[in-house]
T-cell receptor, first 113, second 112 residues
Framework: DAEITQSPRHKITETGRQVTLACHQT?????MFWYRQDLGHGLRLIHYSYGVQDTNKGEVSDGYSVSRSNTEDLPLTLESAASSQTSVYFCASNRGGLDSPLHFGNGTRLTVT | GDSVTQMEGPVTLSEEAFLTINCTYT??????LFWYVQYPGEGLQLLLK?????DKGSNKGFEATYRKETTSFHLEKGSVQVSDSAVYFCALTLLNDYKLSFGAGTTVTVRA
């Protein structure tokens, strides 16, 4: 079965370190998204991609970057981790179109100390 | 910008009670509307959707009707079960824009 996998599930890092969260999907979807989930804010879009070599900023992109070198992967990098980036991060993908739901990974819980 | 506002929780109910979670939206165009559900420790899953005015989405006993006149998409279930305990998110997307905007989420706890 097709799926979307995030790794690691849990990560603790120190302020100032670079961190990369992995996202891999086997749906062959063109569209991939990174969200962060924080209490009281729901899910907020960080970055998204509509295809290989395409990346776009979402509403909370400062301090994050992504790259899309193939269809399956959209890694999220925190250039210099800050305590404000402690959160749960979700990767999602879809085919596109009004009737195309988002498929989510199980999330990565990141703690920045 | 386009946004979704949903009722704040948490909501605590007894089994077999009626559940309503309010959701209203602001959009410049004609959005598609969704409800997603998140069970503990998991990612979000699509619960139901509606792509045009007056459409009713339904799944697992849940229903929501796309009301353009009131810009609303309220989620309802007539008789909840303990297994319905989860966080529920309302979301929208616009035509030719594949990213979703989510509400803040409503935590629902159903007690036996």
């Amino acid at each position: 079965d097709a799926e979307i996998t995030q790794s690691p599930r849990h990560k603790i890092t120190e302020t100032g370190r670079q961190v990369t969260l992995a996202c891999h999907q086997t749906w062959n979807h063109n569209n991939m998204f990174w969200y962060r989930q924080d209490l009281g804010h729901g899910l907020r879009l960080i970055h998204y991609s509509y295809g290989v070599q395409d990346t776009n900023k979402g509403e909370v992109s400062d301090g994050y970057s992504v790259s899309r070198s193939n269809t399956e992967d959209l890694p999220l990098t925190l250039e210099s981790a800050a305590s404000s980036q402690t959160s749960v991060y979700f990767c999602a993908s879809n085919r596109g179109g009004l009737d195309s739901p988002l498929h989510f990974g199980n999330g990565t819980r990141l703690t920045v100390t | 910008g386009d946004s979704v506002t949903q009722m704040e929780g948490p909501v605590t109910l007894s089994e077999e009670a009626f559940l309503t979670i309010n959701c209203t939206y602001t959009a410049t165009g004609y959005p598609s509307l969704f409800w997603y559900v998140q069970y503990p420790g998991e990612g979000l899953q699509l619960l139901l959707k509606a792509t045009k005015a007056d459409d009713k989405g339904s799944n697992k006993g849940f229903e929501a009707t796309y009301r353009k006149e009131t810009t609303s998409f309220h989620l309802e279930k007539g008789s909840v079960q303990v297994s319905d305990s989860a966080v529920y998110f309302c979301a929208l997307t616009l035509l030719n824009d594949y990213k979703l905007s989510f509400g803040a989420g409503t935590t629902v706890t159903v007690r036996a």
